[in-house]
T-cell receptor
Framework: KNQVEQSPQSLIILEGKNCTLQCNYTVSPFSNLRWYKQDTGRGPVSLTIMTFSENTKSNGRYTATLDADTKQSSLHITASQLSDSASYICVVTPYGGSQGNLIFGKGTKLSVKP | GAGVSQTPSNKVTEKGKYVELRCDPISGHTALYWYRQSLGQGPEFLIYFQGTGAADDSGLPNDRFFAVRPEGSVSTLKIQRTERGDSAVYLC??????????????FGPGTRLTVL
């Protein structure tokens, strides 16, 4: 069964610190992997998208990495800010799949404290 | 419009009632998607439209759920004979086209449905 597992489930860090969120997937083959940020009470917002051939993609203080051999992705947040408090969701698109086949992780809930 | 909007933001209903949830996509976006998100879970795909037609409705859980997009813009998700298990946040998203998994989807804030 295609799955996307994220860890940790939740994380608390101090403002200014860095953190790394993990995404392990079993979807194979796949077309792309995307990270979303979802603020409480809001819809998800796309942060990065990577194809299977890409290793890293940055968006400001967010850097996503992808290792297609080990089927792992990570999202690294640098110099965290209070506004980074949100859930971060990893989504994998199976190769040749339709919209209905997108595999969503359950997300990591990040809390940044002052 | 500036973004995807959804109404109502909150809906409380009684078991067995009928509800309609509305989504206004970004102007010009041909693809529209509905998801359901339970607490602590990622979004779960329900259905997506390309224009007026439902291109993939494989995520609808049963025949109590139905969605329409008659003019290729606004969409309505309809739930008949609601059950307590239908309680969730219903998210709508739109994208310029509908390249599966490639187009960036822009999400609305969701409608929180509570079935008592």
């Amino acid at each position: 069964k295609n799955q996307v597992e994220q860890s940790p489930q939740s994380l608390i860090i101090l403002e200014g610190k860095n953190c790394t969120l993990q995404c392990n997937y079993t979807v194979s083959p796949f077309s792309n992997l995307r990270w979303y940020k979802q603020d409480t009470g809001r819809g998800p917002v796309s942060l990065t998208i990577m194809t299977f051939s890409e290793n890293t993609k940055s968006n400001g203080r967010y850097t996503a990495t992808l290792d297609a051999d080990t089927k792992q992705s990570s999202l690294h947040i640098t110099a965290s800010q209070l506004s980074d408090s949100a859930s971060y969701i990893c989504v994998v698109t199976p190769y040749g799949g339709s919209q209905g086949n997108l595999i969503f992780g359950k997300g990591t809930k990040l809390s940044v404290k002052p | 419009g500036a973004g995807v909007s959804q109404t109502p933001s909150n809906k409380v209903t009684e078991k067995g009632k009928y509800v309609e949830l509305r989504c206004d996509p970004i102007s010009g976006h041909t693809a529209l998607y509905w998801y359901r998100q339970s607490l602590g879970q990622g979004p779960e795909f329900l259905i997506y439209f390309q224009g007026t037609g439902a291109a993939d409705d494989s995520g609808l859980p049963n025949d109590r759920f139905f969605a329409v997009r008659p003019e290729g813009s606004v969409s309505t998700l309809k739930i008949q004979r609601t059950e307590r298990g239908d309680s969730a946040v219903y998210l709508c998203a739109s994208s310029l086209n509908a390249l599966p998994g490639w187009d960036t989807q822009y999400f609305g804030p969701g409608t929180r449905l509570t079935v008592l």
